[in-house]
Each structure stands twice: as structure tokens, then as C-alpha cells.
């Protein structure tokens, strides 16, 4: 066991690529061993439990096997996987997801105030929002990505992207204000 674990530090992100386009098991094996904890947190955060998580997660790999040759190598292999990940997730629970647009402009609610709260009730928080806000607000103020991006992986516009963001935001801080209270 100890050689495999060195083998998974020795081979080289382009080494294991090569080999999953060939299918080769152990690059496979590689590739899943070196992302799972991280694709499975970034699942989890989107559809809001453990059990469709696992699923998305085998989901997800399945699909990041088949189509590894067309990852371009422009931008990290990390963010290709996380990307594929987040729209297999989106797409499981789709049915359940409604993102409402705004015609009035958005509040920019300030989430500075989350700094001093404990973390497994911001935890609680976060994944007891509506699906599509937990989504966006997972996608953003979590994992980084911009409202462009967010509106092109979930096919909405950036205005709803805003929308939820700022709705989560506020939901988020009336639950944990009436924690406190």
C-alpha cells in the first residue's frame, strides 16, 4: 500500500491525464484519490445532502473519465472537474431549484457580520437555504466563481445570479440574527 501512495505522489498531473484518456485504472484510480475530498465538499455544498452527493460524485467521475480528452489544459484541471461536478449536481436536482428573478435592484448585504458565529450553525445555515440560493451562494461567496460564470453553468442570467446571491445573504443573516435572539 505504501508504494501506491507513493505512486500517486510521483506521477504528475499530466501523467495521470494521459492515462485516463487511455482508461488506464490506476491513473483513474489517481485521479479520484487526489480530488474525491474536494469534488465531494463542493457537491455536497450544492444539492444539501449525503446521500445524492455520493451519487453525484460517481456521477461525476464517470463523466470526467469520459470526456477527459477534452479538457484543454487552459485553467486548472481542478476547476474543469469542479465545473463538471457543479452542473452534474445542478442537473440532479434541478426539479427542486427555482431561481427567481428580481426586477428591482438587489441589496448589497455585507457578510461581515458571519466572521464571529459558530461555524457548524453557519454550516446548518447555509445548507437549510432554498436550493437555488444555497447554490449560488455556494458557488460565490464559497468556491470563487463570478456571477458570469455562475449564470453560464447553471443557464440563468446574471441578474438572477445577483438576485439570489443577495437573497441568501439576507435569509442567511435573519436565521443567524434569530439564533441570537
Not at 487526489?34 to 455536497?44: A, E, G, M, P
Not at 455556494?138 to 453553468?153: D, F, L, Q
Amino acid at each position: 500500500m505504501q508504494s501506491n501512495t507513493k505512486a500517486y505522489k510521483m506521477s504528475s498531473e499530466q501523467e495521470i491525464i494521459s492515462g485516463c484518456i487511455v482508461n488506464d485504472r490506476l491513473s483513474q484510480k489517481m485521479l479520484y484519490e487526489n480530488y474525491k475530498s474536494h469534488l465531494y465538499t463542493v457537491i455536497y455544498r450544492t444539492v444539501g445532502n449525503f446521500e445524492e452527493a455520493d451519487d453525484v460524485l460517481q456521477e461525476s467521475f464517470v463523466k470526467i473519465f469520459r470526456s477527459m480528452e477534452s479538457y484543454s489544459g487552459k485553467g486548472s484541471l481542478a476547476g474543469w472537474m469542479r465545473t463538471i461536478c457543479i452542473r452534474t449536481a445542478y442537473a440532479k436536482i434541478k426539479k427542486r431549484v427555482s431561481f427567481d428573478e428580481l426586477t428591482e435592484a438587489h441589496e448589497n448585504v455585507s457578510m461581515e457580520w458571519v466572521l464571529d458565529m459558530d461555524t457548524d450553525y453557519l454550516h446548518q445555515a447555509i445548507q437549510a437555504l432554498p436550493n437555488g440560493f444555497r447554490m449560488v451562494f455556494t458557488m460565490i461567496e464559497i468556491e470563487g466563481y463570478s456571477h458570469k460564470e455562475v449564470a453560464n453553468i447553471l443557464s440563468i442570467s446574471e441578474g438572477t445570479s445577483k438576485s439570489q446571491l443577495s437573497r441568501a445573504k439576507k435569509k442567511l443573516k435573519e436565521s443567524l440574527i434569530n439564533r441570537w435572539n
